[in-house]
């Protein structure tokens, strides 16, 4: 074997360091001659993965669908309800921050909580589960006392919806999803209403054509778009009805996330929780939480209005969008244990804010850990309660002819 004296290598080294300098300038100058450089490496795309989740008791195929981003986070959501199912992140180590559970059974039998499903049709309350439109009166199945809430005892979240696409290409990855909710849906007899005219209509006026697609980027955003069209006028509230835990779903309160809400007012109930059709102001009330605080600072105060609901129930009036934004910046979480964060920007009027208060640990998640008051904080983009007979409210009412379109982008932690 030969090897070379200290001259040589010397040689051999200043030839190298040459070389490399030539190659760097010719790079640049190639750069501000205009020639291509080479392309810069991309994140793999967002994929859309579909498994069986099962059947239900009426023996309807229920499909899961994982959207999962190039960071490893995923969002899991059924063709039953509608339902985000899970959102984690294994690869970070970022575990299941939403409410719900592990298998289609417990969805279809346990599920009064609403986690995690489309809310239609008409998310949130209706007084005595009566409304009038166009000189007609329509009767709901009362099932919050006198009130109906999430448009009854069978409300989009209990049906089985149907994939009308799969969205993949570089930039997202997603489902759209569809139910046709026909007329006199909202209205099962199940409980007799009290309030209801003998004259009145059961039920939801015309069908509606509903279409509710999730996608996935690799920034992290989630975005649900709602789109619907109706055969007879009708009123309609659509909203996704997911619990947040960002330390982990089943492992305690929500008490220390911190909770900002873009809202200078909200709209004060009744001891029903039935607005009495007015707005406040949120200043210098236990309802401000314009520059942030813990879901715990005020929640046991004897204000009137967390005594009706028992803790945090209620709707904020969102602060319009800034500039040419489509979409206005409604609210952020963040948790100061798992030091995650969630924001939530919409086009819809209002966002309930809801704080699990009757979570009473009756109902065990896919942890296999109970489910107790407060262990979720629900944030649902919507129009507010009790529209239909609030006049000074914006309208929900949708027409033959008209489109209801509606947004919402929240912004996922993804470690």
């Known amino acids: 074997m030969k090897t070379r004296g200290r001259a040589g290598l010397a040689a051999g080294l200043a030839s190298a360091l040459l070389l490399t300098i030539a190659v760097c300038a010719a790079v640049a100058l190639a750069s501000v001659a205009g020639a291509p450089s080479l392309p810069a490496l991309s994140a793999p795309a967002p994929t859309v993965t579909k498994t069986s989740y099962g059947a239900t008791t009426s023996g309807a195929a229920i499909d899961q669908y994982a959207l999962t981003n190039s960071h490893g986070l995923t969002v899991k959501l059924i063709t039953y309800g509608a339902i985000i199912t899970s959102i984690d992140n294994p690869a970070e180590n970022m575990p299941d921050v939403v409410l719900g559970f592990s298998n289609l059974r417990d969805y279809e039998t346990k599920n009064s909580p609403h ?45 089985v919806w149907t994939a009308a696409g799969v969205i993949q290409n570089a930039k997202e990855a997603g489902v759209e999803l569809h139910y046709l909710s026909k007329a006199g849906e909202g209205w099962t007899g199940a409980t007799p209403n009290p309030n209801c005219p003998s004259n009145a209509v059961k039920g939801f006026p015309g069908n509606l054509d509903t279409h509710v697609t999730y996608t996935l980027d690799n920034d992290g955003r989630l975005t649900i778009r709602y789109h619907a069209t109706t055969d007879a006028p009708t009123v309609i509230n659509l909203t996704n009805h997911t ?6 779903e089943g492992t305690g309160t929500i008490y220390r996330h911190i909770v900002t809400l873009n809202a200078d007012s909200f709209t004060p109930v009744n001891s029903g929780l039935i607005p009495d059709g007015s707005t406040r102001s949120v200043e210098g009330t236990v309802f401000d939480f314009r ?55 919409t086009d819809q009027p209002g966002i309930q804010l809801y704080a699990g208060n009757s979570l009473d640990g009756k109902v065990y998640g896919a942890s296999g850990r109970q489910y107790r008051q407060s262990d979720g904080v629900a944030l649902e983009t919507e129009h507010f309660p009790d529209s239909p007979n609030q006049p000074s409210f914006p309208s929900t009412v949708l027409r033959p002819g008209q489109t209801f379109e509606s947004t919402t982008v929240i912004e996922l932690p993804e470690k």
């Open 291 to 345: 520059k942030g605080k813990a879901v715990e600072d005020g929640i046991r105060t004897p204000d009137p209005q967390l005594v009706f609901a028992g803790g945090y129930d209620h709707n904020w009036i969102v602060n319009a969008p800034q500039g040419k934004e489509k979409l206005a910046w409604a609210a952020t979480v963040y948790d100061p244990d798992s030091r995650r964060t969630l924001r939530i920007f």
């Open 115 to 159: 986690f995690g499903g489309i809310i239609g049709r008409y998310a949130n309350r209706i007084a005595n589960g009566v409304f009038s439109l166009d000189g007609v009166t329509y009767c709901l199945d009362p099932n919050n006392g006198p009130n109906t809430l999430h448009s009854g005892f069978v409300g989009f979240d209990k049906e």
């Open 243 to 248: 619990y947040w835990n960002l330390s982990g």
